[in-house]
């Protein structure tokens, strides 16, 4: 039997957080409405290097997080074989640059459980044939063969489509959307053009928005959100399948044999006008086209068909900020980097939270209220925490 009056549930931004969010929403059951500024995945996810992973020393409760969340894409996989296209879990290849080992990074994974195994350069060019084994580094490299890609906006559109079949309301172009609070709890939203509208529930996912969105509510998050870009590629023969992961580029396949390159050099790279906006030096983008083709087998001639810049969210001590807004009634939020590895499962969590009011324990980690004694100390604030790169 449907409820008659299902809590009414107003998500803003429609990247794959909010998207994920909806639909999990929706198909729980709830009455959602989905607003955002521009086109659905116009934001961080539309330019994102959306490799899967697990990967790195990171908290224990970040590297749970981010398991069940390639959990969630396995589970993607089965329910829709068609996503084929654009999720894969062809494996990824990480190693060191010069004077830098990735053994310890090889052990770590390995202590804790996770898919890794060493290769040498003649395994490399065995197991991973689209990579140029000779560009890998001497000691070897290390093969995740569990890990893999997304490519958002296919997945986004395909959240959109099940949350709009399980009655969801989507509006797209909708400016710039702020919280109506109101004594203390948020009654809705107000769209751009100052039409409000009227809600129960209300989760902010406006990715590298989020921080100033709160801090206008009077509730400062620790923000580490750089300014980033990737390069992508006209598509290259043969197909790459491999995630790779080298001192110089990241690089992950798209459904139609293009590339995404981006590197944390390209990134400090960038020009920021007092304006915000971003100006991407044209070395940059040969320096990452030319480092491509080096570790790619055969050495392709890779050309740039477009960049994409913007805000990569981070929150300011790295991990995930998901869930109910102290001090403000009925606001949820999600902001994090990792959100293509995330997207399916803080959406899941996030829906369950608001749909059955019980806290999801997986998510206390990774709570506003842990900057509450920073917050006391008047800590908190862009560049309260050191940044985190990709
Ligand atoms: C270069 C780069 C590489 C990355 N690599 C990886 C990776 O390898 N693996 C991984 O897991 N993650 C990676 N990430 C992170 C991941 O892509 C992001 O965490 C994720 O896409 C964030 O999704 P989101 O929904 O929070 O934000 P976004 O995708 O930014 O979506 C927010 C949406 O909100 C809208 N919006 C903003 N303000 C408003 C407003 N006021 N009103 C209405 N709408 C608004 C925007 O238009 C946008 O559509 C990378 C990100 C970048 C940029």
Do not use: C
């Amino acid at each position: 039997m449907t409820n008659p009056h299902p809590v009414h549930v107003i998500v803003i931004g429609a990247g794959i957080l909010g998207t994920s969010t909806a639909a999990h929403l929706a198909r729980a059951g709830a009455r959602v409405t989905l607003v955002t500024s521009g086109k659905p995945a116009d934001g961080a996810s539309g330019r994102s290097i959306a490799w899967l992973n697990s990967s790195g020393a990171r908290s224990t409760e970040y590297r749970y997080l981010r398991l069940i969340g390639l959990d969630r894409y396995r589970t993607w996989r089965e329910r829709h074989p068609e996503s084929d296209a654009y999720l894969r879990f062809d494996g990824a290849l990480k190693w060191g640059g010069e004077n830098e080992s990735f053994r310890d990074t090889f052990a770590y994974e390995r202590a804790g459980g996770y898919d890794a195994v060493w290769l040498d350069r003649e395994q490399v060019a065995e197991l991973t044939p689209d990579v140029n084994a000779d560009a890998v580094a001497e000691e070897g490299a290390i093969y995740n063969r569990g890990e893999g890609w997304v490519n958002l906006p296919d997945l986004i559109a395909a959240l959109l489509a099940e949350a709009v079949a399980d009655g969801a309301r989507v509006i797209e172009n909708a400016g710039d959307v702020r919280v109506d609070v109101r004594d203390g709890a948020a009654v809705g939203v107000i769209l751009g053009d100052g039409t409000p509208l009227a809600a129960d529930r209300v989760v902010l996912a406006t990715g590298g928005h989020v921080p100033g969105q709160l801090a206008a509510l009077g509730v400062p998050v620790p923000d580490a959100t750089p300014s980033a870009f990737v390069v992508i590629t006209e598509p290259v023969e043969p197909r790459v399948r491999t995630v790779l992961n080298t001192p110089n580029v990241a690089v992950r396949p798209m459904p139609d044999g293009r590339l995404v390159l981006d590197a944390d050099w390209a990134e400090k790279s960038i020009v920021v006008e007092d304006d915000g906006s971003i100006t991407v030096p044209d070395a940059s983008v040969e320096g990452l086209l030319a480092e491509a083709s080096r570790v790619l087998a055969g050495h392709p001639t890779l050309t740039a068909e477009r960049v994409a810049a913007g805000l990569k969210p981070i929150p300011g001590d790295g991990e995930p900020v998901v869930g109910v807004v102290p001090g403000i009634g009925g606001l949820s939020v999600l902001f994090t980097h990792s959100g293509a590895t995330l997207g399916l499962i803080l959406g899941e969590l996030i829906a369950e939270e608001i749909v059955t009011g019980a806290p999801s324990p997986v998510l206390d980690a990774f709570r506003l209220d842990r900057f509450e004694a920073d917050r006391e100390l008047g800590e908190v604030g862009i560049g309260a925490w050191a940044p985190v790169t990709q």
